[in-house]
């Protein structure tokens, strides 16, 4: 008998689950908090991988829309020490294989590809709860209910489906982002713009960092990342955006002016980003009826793997689920041993990738290495996935 399916979240995950089942004929529905699509702006660049987030693309019948959003050039990289000494300057010869593409769009593309009335809005999940007979009862914050037999949580790092599964919480992970935004920035800002370059620009450090990306035309979006505790950004005014601008730049005192312009001349007020993970390698029992993909399942720090991750988790449990139609439990289970395993092992390898960065002390000339081939292999070219 085929399945219907209930899905928690309309993220990349979600949205990714309900097109390869719709692929595969299987009816789903998908309930989501936001109330519309354009409820909230959907985050920056993603650079989505021909070994998982492409693969997911193509299961879901959709790698010529995917085409059409790639923005050219984006996979470019510069690798700038705090001086301004620019150690590596590498142009986007079309080889990277991780193009990269708008968020807001990659999700729109996801939603045009889904029937009518797939996507049910303004559906703020409160609470999930089995039932004696095998199903399971969501409550949702208008009040309303549902019953299910299948049920999916694909509603990110404060997932209220996960606790049916696991007693993991999301734990600070030590680091936060700061999000600014430079606008027209060739003309407004060209100094800035001529730092970054047409693609990406990290300055890796043992401490605070400073990283950007050139987003559509010549929006700059700047990624400051401060390994510091909660209560150090809470002492912060946020709502005061001169202020905090000026308290983060203290930070970077002595870096090149090129560089900290990505702050203190933001067109923006600084965003607080805090990033929260759940242990590396957390696994669960099968439970009949119930499981999780994305960051409700393996929640990390940005590590460049977060996206790609969640869509190659919608599509594995959709392809399963429709090889498996009869067999609900089977499908379930092969999903999840093979999700455990790929997203362990990419948590894994991101660990190690920053410690291979902090060697010596010199993560700047250590990712120059590594981009030439001369050092450890990195996990990833670029790990400030950029997923908020």
Not at 102 to 111: G, H, K, N, P
Not at 314 to 340: N, Q, R
């Amino acid at each position: 008998m085929t399945p219907s399916v209930t899905i928690i979240g309309a993220g990349l995950g979600g949205l990714t689950l309900a097109r390869v089942l719709h692929v595969h004929g299987i009816p789903a529905a998908v309930y989501e908090a936001e109330p519309s699509p354009t409820a909230r702006a959907q985050g920056g660049m993603l650079d989505i991988h021909d070994y998982n987030g492409q693969l997911a693309v193509e299961a879901a019948d959709l790698m010529d829309e995917f085409r059409g959003l790639i923005l050219e050039g984006r996979q470019a990289i510069r690798v700038l020490d705090p001086d301004g000494t620019v150690l590596l300057d590498k142009p986007d010869d079309g080889s990277g294989g991780r193009p990269e593409v708008l968020r807001a769009e990659l999700r729109q593309m996801l939603l045009a590809s889904l029937p009518a009335g797939t996507v049910r809005w303004g559906y703020k999940a409160d609470s999930v709860r089995a039932l004696d007979d095998g199903h399971y009862e969501v409550s949702f914050a208008d009040g309303s209910t549902i019953v299910t037999n299948l049920l999916v949580g694909a509603d990110g790092a404060w997932s209220r489906v996960r606790p049916l599964l696991s007693t993991a919480t999301p734990e600070y992970a030590g680091q936060s982002f700061i999000e600014t935004y430079l606008y027209d920035a060739d003309t407004r800002h060209p100094v800035a713009a001529k730092t970054v370059g047409g693609g990406s620009l990290m300055t890796p450090t043992v401490g605070p960092q400073i990283h950007a990306h050139r987003e559509k035309g010549d929006t700059l979006h700047t990624y400051v990342v401060l390994p510091k505790p909660l209560d150090w950004f809470a002492a912060i005014d946020f709502t005061d955006a001169a202020t905090a601008k000026a308290r983060i730049a203290q930070i970077f005192d002595g870096w090149a002016p090129e560089i900290t312009a990505l702050i203190t001349d933001a067109d923006t007020a600084p965003v607080w980003r805090p990033h929260y993970a759940l242990p590396i390698g957390q696994q669960w029992d099968r439970v009949p009826g119930v499981t999780l993909v994305g960051d409700a399942a393996h929640l990390t720090a940005p590590n460049g793997e977060g996206a790609n991750l969640a869509m190659l988790d919608g599509a594995e449990l959709g392809k399963a689920l429709a090889a498996h139609p009869d067999d609900v439990e089977s499908a379930i289970t092969a999903y999840e041993l093979a999700m455990f395993a790929r997203s362990t092992e990419m948590a894994v390898e991101g660990v190690e990738f920053f410690e291979n960065l902090a060697v010596d002390d010199n993560p700047a000339q250590n990712l120059f290495a590594m981009l030439h081939g001369t050092g450890p292999d990195p996990a990833s070219s670029n790990h400030t996935d950029r997923q908020h």
